[in-house]
């Protein structure tokens, strides 16, 4: 029989030969001069594999964590598959296929020659990637939204538009340099043309509009809905019953925004609170510079105190950056890029200071405290150090628990006493409603036949965002079905196992121990994790009563 820690990496290998790139990025080798292949054939054949690795993981009965996530993994890769997002996703950063390859690959750092010959082949073999991307694209009955092909259309200009290539980016200043410039000039920027001219002249005139925006207007989409909520999700909650939560989370926080937004602004209700947060302009940013520099110091305070809340910290610091120019009109507020197991890339807390003068300034705290310390560079900084775990155990993608994770540290920011003022509290209460508001919005969009306009008028009356942010996020939210549910759930689901443990052990519940068990055994699905925080629950009283 499979060992699990066998099965681990076999179901590691799926995973990274999906997305060769993800392999690069983490510092994985053998996946190097690779991209992914985006054909049905290459689907099926990796579907296959991962519902034979799922069934052979329930066989056995060693490391039951283990084996845990690989299924957990397998299936959520089979139904990622199914939802052939690869056919009808065109502007996400996150999601949509080019967008995805144009961000990622100006991240990579090739360490010596063989790496650099590595991109060099991965680069050579982009118009082939394209060439299959429009067979598939061309080929599908899943019409894409409208709107985001015409965005995709607008976001290949820019990129062939701009002299200094950022695709040539990891071998600058290399002596691959000038070979890589060829490269692109005569191999990689006509097929990104051919692309783009397929986009305007094939695809935007078919798309759909915004009034049928969902995964409920094409076919199988409640059933790959509600299989992606499983997926991101980990629980077994419907689309309506999250709903139902996110619209009772709205009406809660409606309390605090009156408590703390009495003490800043001087009684008056939620929505006025909401209302002078986003219109007053005193609270918005003068200039880019100032919104990374405050990043970095929020980051520094939080990594000051981190050893009274937390027994292990990771050794190497969180950078901070801003988007690059290219990426941040498409780009999310924020964002975190893990750092390579090699140290060829430290961990980096992007800051997308794209129209600097519209954003906000109020949520810059709770959101380093997200990205950052103490939530995403933690979580993936000290996952990455578990040697004596599988890799797949270190780097598996749960986005509950990883997205809950950092949510779950909004909060807990403020019980280290980190934010600055009860203004950056509300920072923290709009991430709240952000969060909760997800689960509306989401769910409306792709279970409820929500219209675009809908999605983007509930979000205008209960979170805390200009217009060119909201627009943005429901996109996302269109094109990345049900990914964005996993924040508040995960974070639900972990402040509950933290108020069973502080029930069952009373004084003998030790908050750094809590955290380091929770980021002790790398991302685990939620009901997994229950099982972990109840075996660690009854050895601390067994300890005690022996």
Same mark, same amino acid.
């Given at each position: 029989?499979?060992?699990?820690?066998?099965?681990?990496?076999?179901?590691?290998?799926?995973?990274?030969?999906?997305?060769?790139?993800?392999?690069?990025?983490?510092?994985?080798?053998?996946?190097?001069?690779?991209?992914?292949?985006?054909?049905?054939?290459?689907?099926?054949?990796?579907?296959?594999?991962?519902?034979?690795?799922?069934?052979?993981?329930?066989?056995?009965?060693?490391?039951?964590?283990?084996?845990?996530?690989?299924?957990?993994?397998?299936?959520?890769?089979?139904?990622?598959?199914?939802?052939?997002?690869?056919?009808?996703?065109?502007?996400?950063?996150?999601?949509?296929?080019?967008?995805?390859?144009?961000?990622?690959?100006?991240?990579?750092?090739?360490?010596?020659?063989?790496?650099?010959?590595?991109?060099?082949?991965?680069?050579?073999?982009?118009?082939?990637?394209?060439?299959?991307?429009?067979?598939?694209?061309?080929?599908?009955?899943?019409?894409?939204?409208?709107?985001?092909?015409?965005?995709?259309?607008?976001?290949?200009?820019?990129?062939?538009? $701009?002299?200094?290539?950022?695709? =040539?980016?990891?071998?600058?200043?290399?002596?691959? %340099?000038? &070979?890589? #410039? *060829? @490269? /692109?000039?005569?191999?990689?920027?006509?097929?990104?043309?051919?692309?783009?001219?397929?986009?305007?002249?094939?695809?935007?005139?078919?798309?759909?509009?915004?009034?049928?925006?969902?995964?409920?207007?094409?076919?199988?989409?409640?059933?790959?809905?509600?299989?992606?909520?499983?997926?991101?999700?980990?629980?077994?909650?419907?689309?309506?019953?999250?709903?139902?939560?996110?619209?009772?989370?709205?009406?809660?926080?409606?309390? $605090?925004?009156?408590?703390?937004? =009495?003490?800043?602004?001087?009684?008056?209700?939620? %929505?006025? &609170?909401? #209302? *002078? @947060? /986003?219109?007053?302009?005193?609270?918005?940013?003068?200039?880019?510079?100032?919104?990374?520099?405050?990043?970095?110091?929020?980051?520094?305070?939080?990594?000051?105190?981190?050893?009274?809340?937390?027994?292990?910290?990771?050794?190497?610091?969180?950078?901070?950056?801003?988007?690059?120019?290219?990426?941040?009109?498409?780009?999310?507020?924020?964002?975190?890029?893990?750092?390579?197991?090699?140290?060829?890339?430290?961990?980096?807390?992007?800051?997308?200071?794209?129209?600097?003068?519209?954003?906000?300034?109020?949520?810059?705290?709770?959101?380093?405290?997200?990205?950052?310390?103490?939530?995403?560079?933690?979580?993936?900084?000290?996952?990455?150090?578990?040697?004596?775990?599988?890799?797949?155990?270190?780097?598996?993608?749960?986005?509950?628990?990883?997205?809950?994770?950092?949510?779950?540290?909004?909060?807990?920011?403020?019980?280290?006493?980190?934010?600055?003022?009860?203004?950056?509290?509300?920072?923290?209460?709009?991430?709240?409603?952000?969060?909760?508001?997800?689960?509306?919005?989401?769910?409306?969009?792709?279970?409820?036949?929500?219209?675009?306009?809908?999605?983007?008028?509930?979000?205008?009356?209960?979170?805390?965002?200009?217009?060119?942010?909201?627009?943005?996020?429901?996109?996302?939210?269109?094109?990345?079905?049900?990914?964005?549910?996993?924040?508040?759930?995960?974070?639900?689901?972990?402040?509950?196992?933290?108020?069973?443990?502080?029930?069952?052990?009373?004084?003998?519940?030790?908050?750094?121990?809590?955290?380091?068990?929770?980021?002790?055994?790398?991302?685990?699905?939620?009901?997994?994790?229950?099982?972990?925080?109840?075996?660690?629950?009854?050895?601390?009283?067994?300890?005690?009563?022996?």
């Amino acid at each position: 029989m499979t060992t699990a820690r066998e099965l681990a990496d076999e179901m590691l290998t799926l995973v990274l030969d999906a997305d060769p790139v993800m392999a690069t990025l983490l510092g994985i080798p053998g996946w190097d001069n690779r991209l992914p292949d985006p054909s049905a054939d290459a689907e099926r054949v990796l579907r296959s594999r991962a519902g034979d690795i799922a069934r052979r993981a329930r066989g056995g009965d060693d490391d039951p964590v283990t084996r845990a996530v690989v299924v957990e993994q397998a299936w959520g890769l089979v139904h990622r598959l199914d939802a052939h997002l690869v056919e009808h996703t065109h502007a996400e950063g996150l999601t949509a296929p080019l967008a995805v390859l144009l961000a990622a690959l100006p991240l990579v750092r090739p360490s010596d020659d063989e790496a650099r010959k590595a991109y060099l082949t991965r680069l050579s073999a982009l118009p082939g990637y394209l060439d299959a991307l429009t067979r598939r694209q061309r080929d599908t009955v899943r019409r894409p939204l409208r709107h985001l092909v015409e965005a995709a259309v607008h976001r290949l200009d820019r990129y062939l538009a $701009e002299a200094d290539d950022p695709l =040539g980016v990891p071998l600058r200043d290399t002596p691959f %340099a000038a &070979v890589c #410039a *060829r @490269l /692109l000039h005569e191999t990689v920027r006509p097929a990104v043309t051919r692309y783009r001219d397929f986009l305007r002249a094939e695809v935007v005139g078919r798309g759909r509009g915004e009034d049928r925006p969902g995964l409920c207007w094409l076919p199988d989409g409640d059933l790959i809905y509600a299989d992606l909520v499983r997926t991101y999700t980990t629980t077994g909650h419907t689309p309506e019953e999250l709903h139902r939560i996110g619209l009772a989370l709205v009406e809660e926080l409606d309390r $605090e925004y009156e408590e703390i937004g =009495g003490r800043v602004f001087g009684p008056m209700s939620a %929505a006025g &609170v909401r #209302a *002078r @947060l /986003l219109g007053d302009p005193e609270l918005r940013w003068t200039n880019p510079e100032d919104m990374v520099a405050v990043a970095a110091a929020t980051i520094a305070r939080a990594e000051q105190v981190a050893g009274e809340w937390f027994g292990t910290v990771p050794r190497a610091r969180c950078e901070v950056e801003a988007v690059p120019e290219a990426e941040a009109p498409t780009a999310p507020l924020a964002y975190y890029v893990d750092p390579a197991m090699d140290g060829s890339r430290p961990g980096t807390y992007y800051v997308n200071t794209h129209r600097s003068e519209l954003r906000e300034r109020f949520s810059a705290e709770s959101t380093a405290f997200h990205e950052g310390v103490p939530g995403h560079h933690f979580q993936i900084s000290l996952a990455q150090r578990l040697d004596d775990l599988p890799l797949l155990r270190r780097f598996a993608s749960i986005e509950a628990y990883l997205e809950g994770w950092a949510l779950y540290t909004e909060r807990l920011a403020d019980e280290m006493g980190l934010y600055s003022d009860d203004l950056a509290r509300l920072g923290m209460l709009s991430g709240d409603s952000l969060r909760a508001a997800r689960l509306v919005v989401d769910t409306g969009l792709h279970a409820m036949r929500w219209t675009r306009r809908q999605a983007v008028d509930y979000l205008r009356a209960n979170a805390v965002m200009p217009d060119v942010d909201i627009f943005s996020e429901v996109d996302r939210y269109i094109e990345n079905p049900a990914q964005a549910l996993s924040y508040m759930v995960g974070r639900l689901e972990i402040q509950r196992l933290r108020g069973e443990a502080e029930r069952r052990l009373g004084d003998r519940f030790d908050i750094r121990a809590f955290h380091d068990l929770v980021l002790g055994g790398g991302p685990l699905p939620m009901a997994v994790l229950a099982d972990v925080v109840d075996g660690w629950c009854g050895s601390v009283l067994g300890v005690v009563e022996d």
